[in-house]
């Protein structure tokens, strides 16, 4: 038998266990107790966080990683991600929106736009159907926080590793006849913040909403969707792009809802005639989102996400403000506010005819509609006002070609993902900002 140095106890003696045990036998052990405990300490980290927070798992180049290298390969493809824009055609750009907005709409004229918005945006759908708009398949590549995180299945399993960890230890140590060390014992306890262990540590979050509407309308009143345990809200919805690859996705989640609207009766519509539309997931409903004494049917502060993209821009610029800070009061502690709309100089705004413009940076189409071109400081003031974290703001430059015509237009959009803060003792920072990027 060969006589090894042991592990350095609590008191800075040596363990004596393993010291009639053949070298590279102990050795075995020793090595698999690290990976086993290392193991451990890694998937309570990370499961700490629902994965519908962790905004950090986009690949290393978000939003598309196809990029141009060789100019002479331009028209190889339709579009190209990650674009930077050279002096000259930033300030071509420039020079564009301040010829396209010197003449401005007439005051008169603006006024019938905004109290008729509604009407322009129910001809439209009218017109066009939901042949207009393609389904937005991308959201879920981009918006990973659409999809619920099932809790039951994700704390059974934290605590099955948990188990198996405690256990694995314990069997290594009892071939070798020696007790658990204290000090290795309560290093996941450490880990997890809580001497209760992870399970405790995981239900304080679980139960967030429940404590804090344990005496509102979720314990008295039924309402679309109440007994859900994940809800979700398109603004806006249009004739359903967005809701159905949604809905395709939470048809093996019954525990979550969709809920839709739009302020176009026209759209509504045709989300509810929709084949795959299902009214025991979803509730579609027409609403103004400027209309601060339209109620939800919903009580607030019940929502796990808010899906806000290419609506916000439809907006007039005074009212976007009480808009969001309506929607922030809807969120549960903890819940996102995905958004995604136009940015500064996208080709739509380059676009635009002299005596289209509204006000600054803000025009009016043919048919009546209108678009607000975003820059990213305005995204960040805006919903930061409402008392949201930002988890993600950025630009998403990108060239879009025709090859036929041999012809490239630049597209810019604003992208951004903002948290309602968890009203926590501890602050909010340590508990999930670790696993949360800011683009």
């Not at 010829?99 to 109290?115: G, M």
Request: net charge positive; charged share 25%.
């Amino acid at each position: 038998m060969w006589q090894v140095p042991a592990v350095v106890g609590k008191n800075g003696m040596l363990e004596s266990w393993c010291l009639s045990l053949p070298l590279a036998y102990t050795v075995a052990v020793l090595i698999r107790m690290n990976v086993i405990w290392r193991n451990s300490v890694s998937c309570l980290r990370i499961r700490k966080v629902p994965h519908r927070y962790q905004s950090g798992n986009h690949p290393a180049a978000p939003l598309g990683s196809r990029i141009l290298t060789d100019p002479a390969k331009v028209f190889e493809h339709n579009m190209w991600d990650h674009m930077q824009w050279s002096k000259e055609e930033a300030a071509a750009a420039r020079k564009r929106v301040e010829e396209n907005s010197a003449v401005r709409v007439l005051l008169e004229e603006q006024v019938k736009y905004e109290n008729e918005a509604s009407q322009y945006w129910d001809t439209f759908y009218k017109i066009h159907k939901n042949k207009f708009f393609k389904d937005r398949n991308w959201l879920l590549r981009e918006f990973p926080e659409i999809i619920p995180v099932d809790q039951k299945t994700e704390e059974k399993t934290q605590e099955s590793s948990w188990d198996n960890v405690k256990t694995g230890a314990a069997n290594c140590f009892s071939r070798t006849h020696c007790p658990i060390m204290p000090e290795e014992k309560n290093l996941g306890m450490k880990r997890c913040g809580s001497s209760d262990g992870p399970s405790k540590a995981r239900s304080h979050f679980s139960n967030l909403d429940s404590e804090e509407h344990s005496e509102g309308p979720l314990k008295t009143e039924l309402f679309p969707g109440s007994s859900a345990t994940f809800r979700i809200l398109e603004v806006g919805c249009g004739a359903g792009n967005s809701v159905f690859p949604i809905l395709n996705t939470l048809q093996n989640a019954p525990e979550s809802f969709l809920y839709c609207c739009d302020f176009a009766s026209g759209a509504v519509e045709l989300v509810k005639l929709h084949s795959s539309y299902r009214a025991a997931q979803c509730c579609a409903f027409v609403h103004d989102v400027c209309d601060e004494d339209s109620p939800y049917p919903f009580p607030d502060g019940i929502l796990d996400v808010i899906l806000l993209v290419f609506v916000l821009s439809s907006i007039h610029p005074d009212r976007m403000q009480g808009v969001i800070n309506r929607l922030s009061k809807l969120l549960k502690p903890g819940g996102m506010l995905l958004f995604r709309d136009y940015g500064r100089y996208d080709k739509t705004q380059l676009r635009f005819k002299r005596g289209h413009c509204l006000s600054e940076n803000f025009y009016v189409r043919g048919d009546g509609t209108r678009a607000y071109f975003f820059t990213k400081g305005e995204v960040h003031t805006m919903f930061c006002k409402a008392g949201l974290d930002e988890k993600q703001n950025l630009v998403d430059r990108r060239l879009q070609v025709n090859r036929k015509k041999q012809v490239k237009m630049h597209r810019v959009w604003v992208q951004g993902k903002f948290q309602k803060p968890l009203h926590l003792t501890q602050k909010p920072s340590k508990l999930v900002s670790p696993l949360l990027s800011h683009d």
